[in-house]
């Protein structure tokens, strides 16, 4: 995903929604604030040192109670903001397993 030039419609904030990163072991976390956001990704700006996202996959938690939330990729790092690709599931190869 290069930026600018985006595959998916992307939605612009006009107010600041807060949301945290947080890494997959849960050993870290991070407030950001969300930028705009699409099927594929998302531009956030980050609080604090940006040393955690050397581990290049994290949760982005979008409620306060950690109910919704994405997996993600980083893409890109432009001073304090920070560009996110969305992980879907792996789908696995092979044949269904069908319970008798």
């Known amino acids: 995903m290069a930026y600018g030039n985006r595959k998916a419609e992307r939605v ?5 929604y807060a949301v945290n990163l947080m890494g997959v072991d849960g050993t870290w976390q991070r407030s950001c604030v969300l930028l705009d956001v699409s ?8 609080e604090g040192p940006l040393d955690v996202l050397r581990a290049q996959e994290f949760f982005l938690i979008l409620s306060s109670r950690g109910l919704a939330f994405r997996r993600c990729e980083l893409v890109r790092v432009d001073g304090m903001q ?19």
Request: hydrophobic share 40%; glycine share 10%.
């Open 39 to 46: 099927q594929t990704g998302a531009k956030l700006e980050v």
């Open 12 to 16: 612009h904030f006009e107010h600041r």
């Open 82 to 100: 920070i560009g996110v690709k969305f992980v879907a599931e792996r789908k696995k190869k092979g044949r269904a397993i069908i319970p008798k």
